[in-house]
């Protein structure tokens, strides 16, 4: 099983209850392949040394919430140089009609900002199919908007091996363990997002607590002042009593039935987010101050990741005849 991670920013409330979380439970229930994918951040400009800071950073985090580089293979795509090497082949077995039609790519070079629209966005998913294929990923759990990039690595594993002969594993798209749906507190019809429009809204795990508990108090419910669950009437009420149920554990039933007002809603929301954040918080600055330590566990991560991609990625140059060095 493989999912990746872009490194484009801060982890957030919503990428770990609905994600991230049941990233950490699944390292003991499957052989999981999780990639930090900075390739793929380049296909839009990047800033140098935000890029490398963003690996790191994001690789603190995904080791402050549990996963254990002795169980979970955890590594960064550009310290395994056979993503990119696969990659070159998989451009070559995918046609360009084909990656013409993929939305995502149509969708981001239309409202790129800048009139730069990069070869690599548009070849983007030829990368992304070299990722799952390296490690004969089975399955790939992946959110709607990545089904597309799933179902066209499987044309391609197909394709290769209808040309080549049996030796890329076709793989599934399927559905993540269900998370919880976390929204915007100032906009709780919106998904929690880093990129919405104020910071207000969006919980970052690394925010202190003052800052969780001014963000929760400053939540958008409505003026009916009743606790009940209703995501289409009342989405800041329900989105509370989601969060809360996720961070301690209530069942939302019970939460509704213990809960009159909204302020104490909002400052016990608050409050138990603030308690899954602590020990997280502090294991990630405890990596983030012995970078040697940091290095060690991705260093970990890579030599596992390579010995299974560097044997892909023999079988497919020997699968191509390509001759051997
Ligand atoms: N394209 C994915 C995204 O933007 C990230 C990604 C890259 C990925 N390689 C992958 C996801 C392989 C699943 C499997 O979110």
């Not at 690996?55 to 955890?74: K, N, Q, R």
């Not at 998989?90 to 629209?117: H, N, P, Y």
């Not at 969780?212 to 958008?220: E, P």
Request: hydrophobic share 40%; charged share 20%; with cysteine.
């Amino acid at each position: 099983m493989l999912s990746c991670i872009q490194p484009t920013g801060d982890v957030h409330l919503g990428n770990y209850l609905g994600a991230l979380r049941n990233w950490v439970a699944g390292q003991h229930e499957a052989d999981v392949f999780h990639g930090i994918v900075d390739l793929h951040a380049l296909t839009t400009t990047v800033t140098p040394d935000v890029i490398g800071a963003n690996t790191l950073e994001l690789s603190a985090m995904l080791f402050a919430i549990g996963l254990d580089p002795e169980v979970a293979t955890v590594f960064v795509q550009s310290h395994v140089p056979e993503h990119a090497q696969l990659g070159w082949v998989m451009e070559c077995t995918v046609s360009f009609g084909e990656l013409s039609r993929m939305t995502q790519f149509k969708e981001k070079s239309s409202r790129s900002e800048t009139d730069f629209v990069s070869a690599g966005l548009f070849t983007y998913p030829a990368l992304q199919a070299a990722d799952i294929v390296l490690y004969d990923a089975n399955e790939v759990p992946v959110g709607d908007d990545q089904r597309q990039h799933v179902e066209i690595t499987r044309d391609i594993a197909i394709r290769f091996n209808h040309r080549f002969g049996d030796t890329l594993v076709v793989p599934e798209a399927v559905t993540p363990a269900a998370g919880a749906r976390v929204m915007d507190l100032a906009d709780p019809t919106s998904k929690m997002s880093k990129s919405s429009a104020s910071t207000n809204g969006c919980v970052f795990l690394l925010d202190p607590p003052e800052v969780v508990t001014r963000k929760f108090k400053r939540a958008v419910t409505d003026s009916d002042a009743t606790v009940a669950y209703d995501r289409a009437e009342k989405p800041g009420v329900s989105n509370l009593i989601d969060i809360l149920s996720a961070a301690s554990g209530m069942s939302a039933e019970s939460i509704v039935s213990s809960y009159r007002q909204y302020g104490p809603l909002k400052s016990d929301t608050a409050e138990a987010v603030i308690a899954v954040l602590a020990p997280i918080q502090a294991r990630y600055e405890e990596l983030m101050a012995d970078r040697g330590e940091l290095a060690r566990q991705l260093r970990i991560g890579a030599d596992r990741a390579r010995t299974v991609a560097s044997a892909t990625l023999e079988r497919v140059y020997s699968a191509v005849g390509l001759l051997p060095g």
